[in-house]
């Protein structure tokens, strides 16, 4: 178990394993819905998996939601490239920032788990259509995170194949 902690960064740790953990302890706590099994490596893939929700949520939701209304404003992702690299606390301040936005995604997750319950005190035919719903909602979420991570890829490559073109401009 060891070997499989050494090896996640601490992105994975702080944005994936916390937030899951900390939604499986709050789903027993507040709804008395447990999650966890009695074997530890598997709880740790149930954190993750629950995390990497989290932070789906939080990266797909939250963030274009707090965006559109102004609460937040992003730098250039060109820009935050270029000062990541001679400023390396950016990336720590990065990591915690994306830390709050899985935290936002959890919360978010939780009210609508408590929604949830209070419909299906209401309807319980909800119980039987509930796996079926909840499957196309994650496969929309992490379409659209494959698509923005994607999209980030591209970003970054089209900045080194242009940062390849100045330089060879310049030995012209």
């Known amino acids: 178990m060891e070997n499989i902690l050494d090896k996640l960064s601490s992105y994975n740790i702080l944005n994936n394993l916390l937030p899951g953990g900390v939604f499986c302890y709050l789903m027993d706590f507040l709804f008395k819905i447990n999650l966890l099994k009695d074997d530890a490596i598997m709880n740790l893939c149930i954190f993750y998996f629950i995390g990497m929700i989290m932070s789906r949520i939080g990266s797909i939701v939250i963030e274009p939601l707090f965006k559109k209304i102004g609460f937040i404003i992003f730098a250039d992702y060109k820009d935050y490239i270029v000062a990541s690299k001679k400023d390396f606390e950016i990336k720590v301040l990065s990591e915690t920032n994306n830390l709050y936005r899985s935290i936002l995604g959890l919360l978010f997750a939780l009210l609508i788990v408590k929604l949830y319950l209070i419909m299906i005190e209401q309807c319980s035919c909800l119980n039987k259509i509930f796996p079926t719903i909840f499957i196309i909602l994650l496969f929309i979420l992490f379409a659209f995170s494959y698509r923005k991570q994607t999209k980030y890829i591209k970003s ?15 030995h012209s």
């Open 156 to 170: 970054r490559v089209e900045k080194v194949k242009n940062e390849r073109e100045v330089v060879a401009d310049e």
